[in-house]
T-cell receptor, first 114, second 110 residues
């Protein structure tokens, strides 16, 4: 069964460093998302992406964050200068259509900022 | 952001018992999704609901889209140990984003 894949599964970085989290959405999906989950808390929306542009973003997604679809398969989240509070599990998700939408998640990247 | 409240926050039940949990909001939603999350893993989609009053089953799981469109319910019948995990509801209004509930932690005692 097709699935969303994320790499790496764990990323440890120093505060102030840049990180890039990578995702390969399900191949025929058109809508792509990043969510994050701080340990023990609920899943929070960061950004949605469609037709090579951001379609919606949350307050969390400030100018330290950016997303890119560099080719036909990858979808990346970049955090330019990480902060301690960026430590969380980051989930990529994708869906095929907006009508009767079903969101499928990857297994996540655990980001630890030291 | 939108607040989706799930109850109960946690449940401890005996294997074989039925489980009921719900998700409520002060806002109207057009889509409800229910997910199960195991520790260290991503949410796995269980059931999707798109119309008020809709009742949908997936094996031992049944979910309903509330008539008011402000709530949704998930029932698990005859629970088994592998049902253990955290169950999240997620609602979508008119935009792209799904708002996630606070989660219900389920423990099944063999």
């Amino acid at each position: 069964e097709p699935e969303v894949t994320q790499t790496p599964s764990h990323q440890v970085t120093q505060m102030g460093q840049e990180v890039i989290l990578r995702c390969v959405p399900i191949s025929n999906h058109l809508y792509f998302y990043w969510y994050r989950q701080i340990l023990g808390q609920k899943v929070e929306f960061l950004v949605s992406f469609y037709n090579n542009e951001i379609s919606e973003k949350s307050e969390i997604f400030d100018d330290q964050f950016s997303v890119e679809r560099p080719d036909g398969s990858n979808f990346t989240l970049k955090i330019r200068s990480t902060k301690l509070e960026d430590s969380a599990m980051y989930f990529c998700a994708s869906s095929h259509s907006r009508a009767e939408e079903k969101l499928f998640f990857g297994s996540g990247t655990q980001l630890s900022v030291l | 952001g939108q607040q989706l409240n799930q109850s109960p926050q946690s449940m401890f039940i005996q294997e074989g018992e039925d489980v009921s949990m719900n998700c409520t909001s002060s806002s109207i939603f057009n889509t409800w999704l229910w997910y199960k999350q195991d520790p260290g893993e991503g949410p796995v989609l269980l059931i999707a609901l798109y119309k008020a009053g809709e009742l949908t089953s997936n094996g031992r799981l049944t979910a309903q889209f509330g008539i008011t469109r402000k709530d949704s319910f998930l029932n698990i019948s005859a629970s088994i140990p592998s049902d253990v995990g955290i169950y999240f509801c997620a609602g979508q209004r008119t935009g792209n984003q799904f708002y996630f509930g606070t989660g219900t932690s389920l423990t099944v005692i063999p």
